[in-house]
Every structure is written in structure tokens, then in C-alpha cells.
Antibody, heavy 119, light 107 residues
């Protein structure tokens, strides 16, 4: 069964850091582009970042550029999101997701991990 | 960023009804449009990709159409498990913007 399992969420103070992880199983992890997508409480979906299968190409939305870093360890089938200088507006459920090739859509999603930025 | 506008924002329909949700892109995105359903407290589920392709395992009552800037998701024969919030997403260029969502209530 194809699965994604996120971990690492929690409560952090403004300006703090957190590292999210996503473990993939049931598919050839290194082959697929992966993304993080977030959803603030009561709000819609917001794409955050993407990384190519090799890890050589990364993309970010403007509001997280310079603060968040996406990475992957294909030897461990794991995706990461290092989040620094966290702000209240980063509070959300963070989902990792697997892309269909050619950016046709995200066909597998994890259950999400909650990040709360508050003092 | 490409603006994605869904309509309606919410709707109520009965089991067996035909339901249509539209999504308009701020500029042409060819067919780089996906549709998702998110049930309360759950992760989104891909229904349609590249505007009109049914994702594996998704019931055939779901269909998508459109290209360029105007897209439609149709549910033919609504079922109780179809309630939730539907999102479109452009997958042409970052930041791969989602629409604001359409909340579907079952009467």
C-alpha cells in the first residue's frame, strides 16, 4: 500500500524552528517529485514547497522563501521541511504529498501534522 | 501568481442530483488543472488530473472538463459520501494555487 506518514509537528514560539518529516512507503520514492501543502485552521489549501525526485531542484512559495528548506533522503525514503523564523501565520496542518509525473496533480497525501506558532 | 476562482462557494444538493462546480483561472493554464475532495478532518483526495482524467479508484460519476481558463467538475448521481469541500488547483506554474473551495452539503 502506498503511504505517506508525517511527523515533527508541535507548538513553537514565534521566531523558533521546527523540522517536519514524511516517510514514504509502497512506491519508488526517489522517482517522484514531492511537496508540502498546508492548511491554516478553517482555511483552504496552500502549496508550500516542492522537490524533484533527485533533490536537485526545489521550489518555494514566496512567503516561506529564505525561512523554509525542503530536502529529501532517498536512501531512507524520507522528505523533510526545515522551518526557521516561524511566524503566527505559519500555523497550519502540514501535509506531504506525492506528485503524479509532469505535475499533473498530487495523488497520495499523508494524514498531516499540526504546527502551532504561538507564545 | 495565477488566481483561481471557484463557484459557487457552497451548495446543497440531494442524493442522486447532478452537481456542477466551476473553476476559473486568471490566465490560461492549458489543461494543468486538478480537482480534490477534502472530507472534514481528512487529507485531500485527488479526483481529476490534467482537467479531465479520472484518478484511479475514483467513481465514474465524477468527471472534469475544460481547458485554458474555464474548468468544470461534474458529479452525476450524487452519493452521501460525496459531501465535503472541493478544491481546484492549477499545476502549470508555482505556487500551484488552489481555489478557495466549494463546500458541498448533502440535503
Amino acid at each position: 500500500e502506498v503511504q505517506l506518514l508525517e511527523s515533527g509537528g508541535g507548538l513553537v514560539q514565534p521566531g523558533g524552528s521546527l523540522r517536519l518529516s514524511c516517510a514514504g512507503s509502497g512506491f519508488t520514492f526517489r522517482t517522484y517529485t514531492m511537496s508540502w501543502v498546508r492548511q491554516a485552521p478553517g482555511k483552504g489549501l496552500e502549496w508550500v514547497s516542492a522537490i524533484s525526485g533527485s533533490g536537485g531542484t526545489t521550489y518555494y512559495r514566496d512567503s516561506v522563501k529564505g525561512r523554509f528548506t525542503i530536502s529529501r533522503d532517498n536512501s531512507k525514503n524520507t522528505l523533510h521541511l526545515q522551518m526557521n523564523s516561524l511566524r503566527a501565520e505559519d500555523t497550519a496542518v502540514y501535509y506531504c504529498a506525492k506528485w503524479i509525473p509532469n505535475y499533473f496533480g498530487m495523488d497520495v497525501w499523508g494524514h498531516g501534522t499540526t504546527v502551532t506558532v504561538s507564545s | 501568481d495565477i488566481q483561481m476562482t471557484q463557484s459557487p462557494s457552497s451548495l446543497s444538493a440531494s442524493v442522486g442530483d447532478r452537481v456542477t462546480i466551476t473553476c476559473r483561472a486568471g490566465r490560461s493554464i492549458s489543461s494543468y488543472l486538478s480537482w480534490y475532495l477534502q472530507r472534514p478532518g481528512k487529507a485531500p483526495k485527488l479526483l481529476i488530473y490534467f482537467a479531465s482524467n479520472l484518478q484511479s479508484g475514483v467513481p465514474s460519476r465524477f468527471s472534469g472538463s475544460g481547458s485554458g481558463t474555464d474548468f468544470t467538475l461534474t458529479i452525476s448521481g450524487l452519493q452521501p459520501e460525496d459531501f465535503g469541500t472541493y478544491y481546484c488547483q492549477e499545476t502549470d506554474i508555482t505556487p500551484y494555487t488552489f481555489g478557495q473551495g466549494t463546500k458541498l452539503y448533502i440535503k
